[in-house]
């Protein structure tokens, strides 16, 4: 059977040396379409036949919204610490050290400053990849402290939302991010300041019950899942059948919660729509 093996100039591989199509070269969308990588990252990781928008992180959206993805990170080094010991199947601070290993971020959310269409831009974006872009203090924090440099350099604040909620092992910490950044939100609207809130899938738990529903505008990415609880949570509490498409970004525009859905390839061009006619501007 030696046609099973390369035998040409003495080359022959083991089937357990054998390599495998490297992964990710191709990606299915829910509804089964198939798509190379490559293609998918120059359409914005939108599926350009049934325009399902794939989840992304800080990366990518700074890659979207910064002219030629320039930017200057703020407080890129803070890391959160374990103030509470906290232990489930795993330590807490293991599950920090290996989230920070896996993503190469420091927390669930990053701070840029930049010019977007010319004009200077804060932007705080969430990164689900670092454990469920769960909030904890050093989310609360870092989006504080940008809403700060909004409204010491009078420059729009853009927060773009992708989160399971509240980070249950910092529990009440975790909690008082809600009320922390609200106040700031007010601060910055006391300052004339805009503020753009972008739900992507998933903006559920305090996220939605803070900062994500608080915008001047608030804007959304199709297809996005937005709500406290997830739709399981709620069946079961409620008994009750859900309506279809219950927590999408396009049901929750149709019941008020939301004034537009702007898919990712027009996202730069309408979030600074949105800032000139708020600021009386000239559109650019």
Excluded at 166 to 171: P, V
Excluded at 197 to 226: F, H, K, Q, R
Aim: glycine share 8%; hydrophobic share 40%; proline share 4%.
């Amino acid at each position: 059977m030696a046609w099973f093996k390369r035998t040409q100039k003495g080359i022959t591989t083991a089937t357990e040396d054998k390599k495998d199509v490297p992964k990710g070269l191709w990606y299915k969308s829910p509804t089964g379409k198939i798509i190379a990588q490559d293609e998918l990252a120059r359409n914005l990781w939108v599926s350009p036949e049934d325009d399902f928008h794939v989840r992304i992180g800080s990366k990518e959206y700074f890659e979207i919204l910064f002219d030629d993805n320039e930017f200057k990170e703020l407080d890129a080094k803070m890391t959160s610490k374990d103030p509470l010991g906290f232990v489930d199947t795993k330590k807490y601070s293991d599950r920090l050290k290996d989230a920070q290993e896996k993503t190469h971020l420091k927390d669930a959310v990053r701070t840029g400053v930049g010019k977007s269409k010319g004009k200077e831009l804060v932007v705080c974006c969430m990164d689900f990849a670092f454990i469920g872009g769960s909030m904890g203090a050093v989310v609360g924090e870092k989006i504080a402290r940008g809403i700060d440099y909004s409204i010491k350099n009078k420059v729009p604040f853009v927060m773009i939302s992708k989160s399971g909620g509240a980070r249950m092992m910092e529990a009440a910490y975790s909690l008082m991010q809600l009320a922390k950044t609200s106040a700031k939100l007010a601060q910055l609207a006391e300052a004339k300041i805009p503020y753009i809130s972008l739900c992507t899938d998933p903006t559920t738990g305090g996220t939605t019950a803070s900062y994500a529903m608080l915008g001047d505008v608030n804007i959304s990415e199709p297809g996005a899942l937005i709500g406290f609880a997830g739709p399981r949570v709620v069946k079961d509490t409620t008994g009750k059948e859900l309506p279809e498409g219950f927590q999408t970004a396009e049901f929750v525009l149709e019941h008020g919660f939301l004034d537009f859905i702007t898919p990712r390839k027009e996202l730069k061009d309408k979030i600074n729509l949105y800032l000139d006619l708020i600021l009386n501007e000239e559109v650019r």
